[in-house]
């Protein structure tokens, strides 16, 4: 037996996030286009460099931005508006992936998107009619023989035309199949010119392959390869990742691959399928898991390839190492006996090598011995309390009672609103004050009172300001907030901090999730005090604000040790609390923001229920149940992206949803009344992501036009999401516009009813 090893991709954000800060450089005019370049060139080579001895190193898959757009690009598919910005090639890329504003033009961005069920973006290739499709670009070709310079023959990696083909966004009458023709002659020259350059393999990623497939898809994926792979003088891995390939496993034996990538941590039939996929293709193997930061259990992974029964394996990495930080080296703060569980992505190289060394070896490696013992020692003391209740949560306590109606009837009574109620969703903005003032506190230069001191007076300016607007709901700001999660994880027991483990997120933009390193309770009271204080200064009522369960666990690395299941439950039990004592200390309004709950819905619609919406759907309500007929629940969701799991938004049983509705047409609203949604909903009327000022006409033909299609005594008016990012100058206009528009409506509705 043969063993080799190979990644499927590498961070290309840089050590330290060198690529962010130079692009943002470049992006404020203060380095040329040609320094953009060298730097990029430097971290490709020290990337490169940094995976010597891996024997499958892949190139092409650096990125200024997004390998989605790369190819788009690569293939011509620029939209019209762009081209016609006259810009260089770096900056035409640059305004496709951020918008362009300078010397009076405006032009917005492509959409994004969440690649899959990662928390990472793409950019969605957008296709007009007159766009010619072909090789235009030499990115790819350009890395190539740029890594030679290095000594490396690399693996280019490409994204493939599937999955290309069905990301696509059509906005003409052209759809998928008129454009197919177009799409395998420009592949067909990229496979024909890395021939010509002497590579030796070249990778398609097509993570399509492990969704839910039609036999159209199925098709089209064979139509596709057949003609691709035909006559090739060039290895080809069909790399897949995110998921198994169930579906399409016939398929992938009758055609030419020379090597098939198939996911073993997140594959779930993957172990099962493998057996079937023809031994004359190479497989590459992904067991080190590219999303999460555990450290790899070799005994494990070794049982699972030598049960693959093959001569040859190449161990590899799940999918792209771009879903986890780069390296452990700069954690200076984590204590060594919770380190030397991890592996970023530096160190993952390191775990491909021990696995193939120990396949190697006859005798047992020390790294192979040393792992043994890292996994049969005890990692952490299990908190037997939370594991009890946990267990012996009883299905009433997914209830909340009484229901919906009646709930809706009894809160009418008590608060009394006006007709469509005005809030916003929690945040105001976080200006420099605020920000230098947890600085300094979390550095030690001012003391906690000094800190709590600053923020209270920004509560108060705060609640000020909203009733001086006249807002009806209010929030008390959220500035003892970094981030959302980030901020409860602080405060909960079970969780991990990193300093310089940033993940890409889109563009230049990273996060740094937290570890849930143990079982999860809350230490004590978390935001009783901010929202006690805030309610103390009015008489309207105040929101109290927390994060939900699955928003927590979604935007943290998780544990592989118990279940997403158990360790959301176990959040949702500490938010509970949280929810009770808010509720003990007069806060009648408590809202739960549940921002990523779409996050991790599976790939495969058939899994959707089974694997996700039944417990995390059940999670959600089990941290408001306890609460009375009289206090308010609401929620808030940042993406409208939910009409295909409507119901399970319902079923969260909410009294109020806040989502994002103003870029989305509205479309969402037919869904709701198609579905007689039952909880109350504030479909933001203006967009918080731009800094732009709505103007009154605007909101009161957007609450118009929501008027027509929800009943006015269901519908709140909030702005679409936190306002945290937005400077104070134009969030007191917006606002200001927003409730004299709703004002305006109010009385219009009058009028009309005391006809
Ligand atoms: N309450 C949070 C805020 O207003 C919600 C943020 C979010 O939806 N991402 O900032
Ligand atoms: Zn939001």
Redesign the pocket.
């Known amino acids: 037996m043969s063993f080799f090893t190979s990644v499927t991709g590498f961070p290309r954000i840089g050590e330290l996030r060198e690529l962010k800060f130079c692009e943002e450089k470049y992006f404020r005019g203060e380095i040329s286009e040609e320094e953009l370049k060298q730097t990029a060139k430097q971290l490709r080579k020290k990337h490169w460099l940094e995976q010597n001895g891996i024997d499958f190193i892949p190139s092409n898959d650096f990125s200024y931005y997004d390998n989605m757009l790369d190819t788009a690009v690569l293939f011509n598919i620029i939209p019209e508006r762009y081209k016609n910005l006259c810009l260089s090639e770096t900056d035409t890329y640059f305004a496709m992936a951020r918008g362009y504003q300078k010397n009076g033009k405006d032009v917005k961005a492509l959409a994004m998107k969440k690649w899959f069920n990662t928390n990472y973006h793409y950019i969605v290739p957008e296709y007009e009619d007159d766009i010619q499709i072909k090789l235009t670009g030499t990115k790819p070709f350009d890395e190539y023989i740029e890594a030679q310079e290095y000594g490396i023959d690399t693996v280019p990696s490409l994204i493939g035309p599937l999955t290309l083909i069905k990301l696509i966004r059509f906005k003409g009458n052209i759809k998928e199949n008129d454009i197919l023709n177009d799409i395998l002659t420009a592949y067909k020259q990229l496979t024909e010119k890395f021939e010509e350059l002497g590579a030796k393999w070249i990778a398609f990623c097509e993570p399509f392959l492990v969704k839910d497939l039609t036999k159209d898809d199925i098709e089209l994926f064979e139509k596709i390869y057949l003609y691709l792979l035909e006559s090739k003088r060039i290895k080809v891995l069909l790399q897949t990742y995110f998921g198994d390939v169930r579906n399409c496993v016939d398929s992938i034996n009758k055609l030419d691959f020379d090597g098939v990538g198939l996911d073993f941590c997140e594959g779930k039939k993957t172990e099962e399928i493998v057996c079937g996929i023809d031994k004359n293709k190479l497989l590459f193997a992904g067991v080190v898991n590219g999303k999460n930061i555990w450290k790899n259990n070799y005994t494990k992974t070794i049982d699972i390839i030598r049960n693959t029964g093959r001569e040859n394996i190449v161990i590899s990495t799940s999918c792209s190492l771009l879903h986890v930080p780069y390296t452990l080296e700069n954690e200076s703060k984590l204590e060594l006996k919770s380190k030397k569980y991890f592996a970023f992505a530096k160190e993952k190289l390191t775990e491909l090598k021990e696995i193939k060394d120990a396949l190697n070896s006859t005798n047992e490696t020390d790294a192979f011995r040393e792992n043994k013992v890292l996994f049969s020692s005890e990692r952490y003391t299990e908190d037997t309390e939370v594991k009890n209740k946990v267990q012996n949560i009883d299905n009433e306590q997914y209830t909340r009672l009484p229901a919906f109606n009646e709930r809706e009837k009894i809160q009418k009574e008590r608060f009394k609103f006006p007709l469509l109620p005005t809030t916003t969703?929690?945040?105001f903005p976080q200006t420099i004050d605020v920000k230098q003032n947890r600085t300094k506190f979390k550095k030690g230069e001012i003391s906690e009172s000094e800190y709590i001191e600053f923020n209270k007076k920004k509560i108060k300016e705060c609640i000020e300001l909203q009733e001086e607007l006249g807002i009806d709901v209010l929030v008390h700001g959220?500035y003892e907030r970094n981030d959302?999660v980030e901020y409860f994880g602080e405060n909960l027991n079970g969780f991990i901090f990193t300093e310089k483990a940033w993940v890409q997120s889109y563009g230049t933009r990273c996060v740094k999730p937290p570890i849930i390193w143990g079982d999860i309770s809350r230490k004590a009271p978390i935001t009783v005090e901010w929202s006690k204080y805030a309610q103390s200064l009015t008489k309207k009522p105040v929101k109290g604000?927390l994060t939900g369960p699955v928003t927590i666990l979604n935007w943290s690395f998780p544990r592989e040790d118990i279940s997403t299941k158990e360790s959301t439950l176990q959040i949702a039990l500490a938010i509970r609390d949280e929810v009770l004592d808010l509720e003990k200390n007069d806060i009648k309004i408590i809202q739960i923001?549940e921002?990523a709950l779409r996050e991790k819905l599976p790939l495969r619609k058939s899994d959707w229920h089974r694997e996700y919406l039944d417990w995390v759907i059940p999670s959600f309500r089990l941290v408001h149940s306890c609460v009375k007929a009289d206090t308010q629940i609401h929620t808030?969701m940042?993406y409208s992206e939910f009409s295909d799991i409507i119901k399970a938004i319902d079923a969260m049983d909410a009294d109020v949803i806040t989502f994002e509705a103003s870029r989305s047409d509205l479309q969402l609203l037919d869904v709701l009344k198609e579905n007689n949604f039952k909880t109350e909903v504030g479909p933001g009327v203006y967009d918080i992501h731009s800094p732009r000022v709505p103007s009154v006409e605007e909101i009161v033909s957007a609450i118009e036009k929501m008027l027509t299609k929800t009943e006015s005594s269901k519908l709140w008016i909030n702005p679409d999401?936190?306002?945290?990012t937005r400077g104070n100058e134009e969030t007191i206009k917006s606002l200001k516009n927003m409730v004299e528009a709703v004002n305006i409506v109010r009385k219009k509705l009058n009028t009309v009813s005391s006809r």
Do not use: N, R, V
């Open positions: 969703i929690g945040s959220e959302m604000m923001d921002a808030h940042c999401c936190g306002l945290k």
